[in-house]
C-alpha cells in the first residue's frame, strides 16, 4: 500500500482515536482508490482525475459521498504534513442526495419483541439484550463489548463505551434493570461453562457474543414475533430515539445518550417524527383524500 496512506491510517488510529470499524472502511476505500489509479503516485493526481474515479460506473451514488470524504480527508492530512501544498480534492461537490429515514419499530412491535417467552437458559440471556438494547439505544458494538464492571445496579445505569473510545453514562429502566439482573445471577454461569469472562452476553459456546451471532438471534426472535419489517440492531437504536423524542424528550438529551458528537446526527429522528405525524394525520376527520 501506498506510503502515505499507512502514515494517514496510522494517524487515523492513534491521534483520531477512530474506531476499528470506521479503519476498515477507509482502508478498503482508500485501496480501491490506489488500485483504480494502477500505480500513478497519488500526489500528482489533479481535481480531474479524481473526479473520473469518483464518477466511475462500479461506484454507486450513494457510495460516492463517503468516498469523497475518505479521499478530502487524506489530502487534506497530506496539506498539513507538507507533502502537498493543495488539496485536489477541495473543490469537488457532489449533488446532495435525498436522505434515507431509517426503519424503526412501533411501540406495539417492539412489545412483541420483547414479549419472550423463556424455555431455554439462552431465553434470558436474549430478554436482557433486547430489554438492554431497547432501554439505552446503544450500538451493538457496545451491546456486545459490555463487561460486568461497566454496570452499575445500585445507580441503575451502564458506561458504555463508543466510537473513538469516548466514555458515556445510560441509564436503564426497570425492565432492562430486571432482567439483566435475573441473567446475570441466576443464568450467565450456565452459558460460561468451565469458562470465565468479563463480558456480559455469552453465546451457547461460552465465549463473548459477536455481533453477527445478536444479529442471528435477532431476525430469529423477530420472525418469531411475527414482525416482517427488515430489522437490524440499528433499528432498535433508531426505535428508541424515535419513541423518545415522539413522548417529548429534549433532542440534546437524546444526542448526549446516542453519543452522537453532532446535534445534525440526531436531527434525523425529528424527520422520523415529522413523517409519523404526518401518516397519523390521514385520520383527522376533515382530511380529504383526493
Do not use: W
Not at 474515479?53 to 469523497?68: G, Q
Not at 445496579?153 to 458506561?159: A, L, S
Not at 453519543?259 to 376527520?285: A, C, R, V
Request: proline residues 2%; charged residues 25%.
Amino acid at each position: 500500500m501506498n506510503k502515505y496512506i499507512e502514515k494517514y491510517l496510522d494517524y487515523l488510529q492513534f491521534e483520531k482515536k477512530l474506531s476499528k470499524n470506521t479503519l476498515l472502511s477507509y482502508n478498503d476505500n482508500l485501496k480501491k482508490f490506489t488500485i483504480f489509479f494502477n500505480g500513478i503516485d497519488l500526489l500528482k493526481l489533479d481535481t480531474n482525475e479524481i473526479r473520473e474515479f469518483l464518477y466511475d460506473e462500479s461506484i454507486v451514488a450513494r457510495t460516492r459521498a463517503h468516498y469523497l470524504t475518505v479521499i478530502n480527508s487524506f489530502y487534506n492530512y497530506l496539506v498539513s504534513e507538507n507533502i502537498i501544498k493543495t488539496n485536489p480534492v477541495q473543490t469537488i461537490k457532489l449533488p446532495k442526495l435525498e436522505k434515507k429515514l431509517p426503519e424503526f419499530l412501533t411501540i406495539e412491535e417492539v412489545d412483541k419483541l420483547l414479549n419472550i417467552v423463556p424455555t431455554k437458559i439462552y431465553d434470558y440471556r436474549n430478554i436482557a439484550m433486547m430489554e438492554t438494547l431497547y432501554a439505552t439505544g446503544i450500538r451493538v458494538s457496545e451491546l456486545v463489548n459490555m463487561k460486568i464492571s461497566d454496570i452499575d445496579f445500585n445507580e441503575c445505569i451502564i458506561k458504555i463505551f463508543g466510537k473513538g473510545s469516548k466514555e458515556r453514562i445510560v441509564p436503564i429502566n426497570e425492565s432492562a434493570y430486571n432482567a439483566l439482573k435475573d441473567y446475570i445471577d441466576n443464568y450467565r454461569l450456565f452459558l460460561l461453562k468451565t469458562k470465565s469472562s468479563e463480558f456480559v452476553f455469552i453465546n451457547n459456546f461460552g465465549n463473548k457474543i459477536s455481533r453477527q451471532g445478536f444479529f442471528k438471534i435477532l431476525k430469529k426472535l423477530c420472525k418469531d414475533a411475527g414482525i416482517n419489517k427488515e430489522v437490524s440492531p440499528h433499528t432498535l437504536r433508531h426505535s428508541f430515539a424515535t419513541h423518545l423524542l415522539n413522548n417529548g424528550a429534549n433532542l440534546r438529551v437524546i444526542q448526549t445518550l446516542l453519543g452522537h458528537s453532532n446535534i445534525t446526527t440526531t436531527q434525523i429522528y425529528t424527520h422520523l417524527s415529522n413523517e409519523s405525524l404526518k401518516n397519523d394525520y390521514k385520520f383527522h376527520p376533515r382530511n380529504k383524500e383526493d
